[in-house]
């Protein structure tokens, strides 16, 4: 299997489990507070697992793709994280 496939699989076999553990954490404590943390939490880890599963395909990627495909990939990841983080 290619090792940039592999890493990707690993990450986001990992992020998963991060939140299954985070729901089962949330359903043990049984608090709306401590929930609502544990909840807000996560929303740091997708966003880290999006930017590393992304960054290591355009590495994997990075002999097969012009300079130019890989701006045009660059700015749909940024204008998709800013329409994410916009307010």
Not at 51 to 62: D, P
Request: charged share 15%; proline share 1%.
């Amino acid at each position: 299997m290619n090792k940039f496939i592999l890493t990707m699989v690993v990450i986001r076999i990992i992020s998963g489990s991060i939140e299954i553990m985070a729901a089962f954490l949330m359903y043990r404590i049984h608090q709306l507070d401590k929930a609502l943390l544990i909840n807000t939490s996560l929303a740091f880890v997708g966003p880290l697992v999006l930017i590393a599963t992304t960054t290591i395909g355009l590495v994997g990627l990075s002999d097969k793709l012009s300079m130019q495909k890989m701006a045009w990939i660059l700015v749909g990841v940024c204008c998709l994280f800013v329409g994410v983080l916009k307010k």
